[in-house]
């Protein structure tokens, strides 16, 4: 909920602002606007963002000559020798479409980044905060890209046949424990992070480097941004509650405060729900960021946010042919400082620590639950640029996690867990000629839990088949301890483990982007038990395995269509494993054969409109229906998904204002994600059944924010 007003943020922050010093337009040659372009002060910290028509503020205590430089995605950087103290503004910057945005080979298998300066990233900050199915979701974003499946009761990544958990986040190097916020049986989660927080997101399909463990099919980095550019406030009503922002920024330091509090009880009057609630869902939050410039070139960063929420529900225990009252509340807390330098011409030095605590409290018919989950990280990273055209990183991590779960019945079960996991890492970076690059690395892994170390090999390379096209390959080995809600049982357990192997082909032109991308994982040692949730050690194994395979198309164009930007994705899926209660290999349930996004946004100037469309499409997904032979033989129906956002930028009493209004399932599609069956049959010897489907149909959140 908090991310609703994040794409209303960031059009408000490129568009307001206080005592403007310079100011003007970025356009390309043809004339065209240019917008959520960087612009901003050589050698400083002072800068904003082009808005939606191209136009740039920018605040600046900086006096005399200096060099204003502007950059965007598909386009060369421009910088322009400015003197502050007699220049007459607007100024107009044209912008050059890029001869290459492959100038240099660059390693891309398994890699979707998205940052507003880097020429070999597929996506930019904006793009994810304004997609219209992801409604400022950072990872609903991403699961509109290629190898990302359509998993619509749960919301969190399902990427290339593995399951959510086997994707990890991490927030500036450092892996985050909870990324999600606490939900309920069937009730999609989101990402607890809004995208206005970071300048650069990593989503790794595969592949990934050796810099990043614990993770078995995926990793989503992100890159908390810098100094504010600019002091600003603004305030946020929304159908589903309020948010307000400050910032202050200082010569060589900033600080930037949110809050939220959001309640979904006007949304469930207006719409109608697929839940019987007892509680509708309630949402405070509160976030900080403090950055400070030390030196010529470090830079301190922390980030603090806090945030709670409860729901309550009658659950239809379908199975058990009962209607259970549930109740759950879920308290959050994490912090993360780093510091990044430059020691040497050399050297350059990253460094942070971080401590997260997340408190679950479920009340299932009467029993309550607690689940505590802490973690602490620290980490150490050097880079050493031997050459222009080699490079090392090395370095190491210690993450310690204390887990603990109580359930209290007729009598009280308690189980604990504390694991230190040391790492290590090295990396080279070897750019061998204009056409070839090779990177290999090696991680070494520990769990003092499951006592297994572990050396990680990985390698990737590309090829540079002509100006605008190139090849990328990649493998690796890869592992994860296995989840709590099985280690607490059965502590003796072994790491899950997986081979990635990764072929890439990438052509990019000017504002053109086409990718393709083949992908073969094997998994081996998965968890298998004989029932969830068994006391019984015995009752586990590592005896699981499975196979995915595939290939990926990604197609976007921000050229062709005059003030319009689009995407396609589409993703084809073979997989089976055997694991958890499993008696053979199939399709696991949460994995569909094919996978469809296309986005849509485009601006209409004169009316000062941004619009975006999004088209969603997955092929059936297998579930298990007991009155067959066959294990795992039924299908859903496909399923099917339009969004819409429209975004109306204004002004009310000389104050930049946004009106924003999201609709998901415009279409109203009815969608079944699966079906729960009685766990007896009836008189004619039949198990019934009923549909699990989304937790509302059609969905619409209006917004208005304004700056202070």
């Known amino acids: 909920m908090r991310h609703l007003s994040t794409i209303l943020l960031i059009l408000l922050t490129a568009s307001a602002g206080a005592q403007q010093h310079l100011a003007g337009n970025i356009m390309d040659r043809k004339g065209r606007p240019v917008s959520f372009a960087n612009v901003y002060l050589e050698g400083s910290y002072d800068g904003c963002t082009s808005d939606t028509t191209g136009a740039f503020k920018l605040t600046t205590t900086l006096t005399g000559r200096q060099v204003l430089v502007a950059s965007f995605i598909g386009f060369e950087k421009q910088m322009l020798e400015v003197d502050l103290d007699t220049l007459r503004w607007p100024v107009v910057i044209i912008l050059e479409e890029a001869v290459s945005e492959l100038n240099e080979v660059v390693i891309t298998a398994g890699i979707f980044s998205a940052s507003d300066e880097k020429k070999s990233a597929t996506l930019s900050s904006y793009d994810i905060a304004s997609t219209a199915s992801a409604v400022g979701d950072i990872y609903g974003a991403y699961a509109t890209m290629p190898g990302s499946q359509k998993v619509g009761e749960e919301g969190m990544l399902f990427v290339r046949g593995g399951e959510s958990y086997e994707t990890k986040t991490y927030m500036d190097g450092m892996v985050v424990q909870s990324p999600f916020f606490s939900s309920m049986p069937d009730v999609p989660t989101r990402g607890r992070f809004s995208p206005l927080l970071f300048s650069e997101t990593l989503f790794s399909t595969g592949g990934y480097s050796a810099e990043y463990g614990h993770a078995l099919s995926s990793i989503v980095d992100l890159t908390t941004n810098g100094l504010e550019t600019e002091d600003k406030a603004s305030v946020a009503v929304m159908s589903v509650g309020l948010n307000a922002s400050w910032a202050k920024r200082w010569e060589k330091s900033s600080l930037a405060v949110t809050g939220l509090y959001a309640n979904s009880t006007l949304t469930h009057k207006l719409f109608k729900q697929h839940v019987d609630w007892t509680k509708a869902p ?360 339009i969004s819409l956002n429209l975004t109306y930028l204004t002004t009310l009493f000389s104050k930049d204002c946004i009106i924003h209004l999201n609709i998901t399932n415009l279409l109203g599609f009815d969608n079944v994600f699966g079906y729960s069956y009685a766990g007896t049959p009836d008189e004619s010897g039949t198990y019934p059944s009923q549909a699990i489907v989304p937790t509302t149909g059609t969905m619409a959140v209006l917004m208005f924010m304004i700056s202070l």
Request: no cysteine; glycine share 6%; aromatic share 16%.
């Open 282 to 641: 309630v949402l405070g939050d509160g976030m900080l960021m403090f950055r400070q410039q030390i030196g010529e070139n470090g830079l301190l960063k922390s980030f603090g946010s806090f945030n709670s929420i409860s729901m309550g529900m009658n659950y239809d225990n379908f199975e058990a042919g009962t209607m259970d009252n549930m109740k759950m509340d879920n308290l959050n807390f994490y912090t993360n400082t780093s510091y990044t330098d430059q020691l040497s011409e050399k050297w350059l030095i990253r460094t942070g620590v971080a401590y997260s605590r997340d408190s679950e409290k479920i009340n299932y018919a009467g029993i309550p639950v607690t689940t505590v989950n802490t973690g602490a990280s620290v980490k150490l990273t050097f880079t050493h640029l031997t050459t222009e055209k080699f490079k090392t990183r090395f370095g190491g991590d210690f993450n310690r996690g204390w887990y603990s779960q109580t359930i209290t019945s007729d009598s009280t079960i308690s189980m604990e867990m504390i694991d230190n996991l040391p790492s290590l890492f090295a990396e080279t970076e070897w750019k061998i000629s204009k056409k070839l690059a090779l990177r290999t690395g090696i991680r070494a892994e520990y769990s003092s839990l499951l006592q297994e170390p572990a050396l990680l090999p990985r390698i990737s390379a590309a090829y540079k088949t002509g100006t605008y096209s190139q090849f990328s390959f990649a493998w690796g080995k890869y592992r994860q301890k296995p989840e709590n809600e099985y280690l607490q049982f059965a502590p003796d357990l072994s790491p899950e483990k997986a081979d990635h192997y990764i072929l890439n082909f990438q052509y990019r032109k000017h504002r053109r982007t086409f990718r393709v991308e083949g992908y073969l994982k094997y998994y081996d040692e998965l968890v298998k038990f004989a029932s969830l949730y068994s006391l019984v050690a015995a009752d586990y194994n590592n005896d699981g395995y499975g196979r995915a395979q595939g290939i990926d198309f990604f197609w976007r164009d921000s050229e062709s269509l005059r003030g319009s930007d689009y995407w396609i994705s589409y993703s084809f899926l073979n997989t089976s494993r055997d694991y958890q209660d499993y008696p053979e290999s199939v399709i696991p349930s949460f994995a569909s054969a094919h996978n469809l996004s296309v986005v849509y946004k485009r601006f209409f100037e004169r009316l000062k409109i941004l619009g975006g469309i999004t088209y969603s499409f997955a092929s059936g997904r297998p579930y298990n229906d007991p009155n067959s032979p066959v294990f795992m033989d039924g299908r859903t129906r496909a399923y099917n998904d």
